[in-house]
């Protein structure tokens, strides 16, 4: 049964590989530099804004309009409004980096999920997975049901990274019935 599972593997492996450019499916690799890029814009804006009031509140204290208690005060005053729209800004900056990459995704899911669907097929080896924040029934009957285009592009990322990983790890993922359900899925018996 061993060799058999093995065998299985190896032929679900080649489909895996022939079927996906994991590559393109490394979500949170690709999503990285865009990441650094927005939250640094966050912060200059904030660092901008506190900056522009505090030198404001400065120069009415260098003149005498403003006594240093208010000064002390608005130097405070300012961090809320400045930290309010640098978390604005950084969310929006990142939400815009990550479209284009999003985009991409879901237009590969749509091209694989096509004809009856891709994903399902390896189902029984993310059977047992716990990924965080990933609704895996939920995906997997999309792609059974011809629908993969509605799975959500970081969803489908962290499932097709994880099938890679769990293939190249060896016969221990075709525990129990689950080498005879991946033949089956596969169409290799």
């Known amino acids: ?58 120069t009415g204290y260098g003149k005498g309009l ?4 208010t000064l002390g005060k608005l130097a405070w005053l300012f961090i809320i409004p400045a930290a309010v729209v640098g978390s604005i800004v950084w969310m929006v900056m990142d939400s815009r980096s990550e479209y284009e990459l999003r985009r991409r995704i879901a237009e590969r899911i749509q091209e694989r999920e096509r004809d009856g669907g891709m994903l399902w097929r390896f189902g029984p080896l993310v059977a047992d997975a716990t990924l965080k924040g990933v609704n895996i029934e939920e995906a997997l009957s999309l792609s059974k049901a011809g629908e993969g285009a509605r799975i959500d592009p970081q969803d489908y990322s962290r499932l097709v990274v994880y099938l890679r990983d769990a293939l190249d790890g060896g016969d221990a993922v075709l525990g129990g019935d689950r080498a005879a359900q991946l033949a089956v899925n596969l169409g290799l018996e």
């Open 1 to 58: 049964m061993s060799a058999s599972k093995r065998q299985i593997r190896k032929a679900a492996q080649k489909l895996f590989n022939d079927s996906f450019n994991s590559a393109d499916y490394e979500y949170d690799r690709m999503a990285r530099p865009g990441r650094g890029r927005s939250r640094l814009a966050g912060i200059v804006v904030a660092s901008v804004i506190y900056f522009v009031g505090y030198g404001a509140a400065y």
């Open 66 to 69: 403003v006594s240093d208690v």
